[in-house]
């Protein structure tokens, strides 16, 4: 007859090599590599919402289920590590929880990877027992509650505006009045329906111009436009927005103000916009929070991550 508490620990053991191994492959291959083997595109998304580079949070997982190996063997020799080791679960169920809710509720983008390690680390919690289970799901959906009742527009909006201004290329000059309100237009230097924004833009709005790859010019704009261009700028700031508000098109203009964002996509709804709404950007009355305005016909933008060009080549832009 097998002994249940013989197969319960070399499940326990065999969970932690798992991590082990895992984590082990992903920090090679983020080494050799530079990014992270990932299902979806989440795991890049994430890292990019990180202030430290993944190897670093990988070596963290790493030595975190090193330490739970060491403490499920000097368990044996000391009832005191039997203690540790679930504290030590405990915590990391925590972890797991800000890092899930994080996910679900600011980012809005799930990490396939992250959502293995999060699994392998409630068997542990498992095998573990009621008590030290029944504490780590406590503490995990109390923090999915948290987070589900706090509104991060405000702070995700001034952030936005403020990594924007890190991804312009260049500002229209103008005299007229700001009113606490940023206007930014994302577009990519190989789509016509962007030219077509840049041609028609207004020269009384001060607007960002923000590109989704590096340029020397900006093609097809208003030859009465007056701009100031920056010598520094970031277009991956731009790239993340549009995969922040999970939009596949581009031209987008931004309008921001206070704790509001106002997106429009498509070159005829931007332009019409503009057209119609000059006063109302000047003074918008947007309600608090995000909103968009996507009133697109067909062949108002160009998709994400094709082509888009005259010559309909194959190219991303």
Known sequence: ??????????????IILTGLIAIFIQITHIYLN???????NGCEFIEKLTYIPSIFFN????????FVFIFKILEKKHPFFSKILNLFLICGASSEGVLLSFQIFVAHHYCSYCIFLLILVFFLIFLRGLEVFSISISILLSEMIIFSLLNFSGAIIKQIDKGLVGGSFAKVIT????NNREIFLIFSNKCPHCKNVLKKLP????????????????????????????????PEV???????IKDKEVPILIITTNNNIHFIEGDNSI???LKRNL?????????NGITNQNNNQPNEGCLFGTSCSEENSNKVF
Request: one cysteine or more; proline letters at 6%.
């Open 1 to 14: 007859m097998i002994n249940k508490k013989y197969v319960l620990e070399l499940t326990f053991f065999l």
């Open 34 to 40: 530079g990014y992270e083997i990932c299902l979806n």
């Open 59 to 66: 070596l963290i997982g790493f030595s975190y289920f090193l």
């Open 175 to 178: 005299t007229s009045p700001t």
């Open 203 to 234: 020269t009384n709005v001060s607007i960002y111009l923000n590109p989704l790859s590096y340029i020397s010019k900006i093609p097809g704009l208003n030859p009465q436009i007056k701009i100031e261009t920056f010598k520094h700028y970031n």
């Open 238 to 244: 731009n790239l993340l927005f549009i995969k922040i």
């Open 271 to 273: 332009i019409n916009y």
């Open 279 to 287: 006063k109302s950007i000047v003074n918008p009355t947007i309600k």
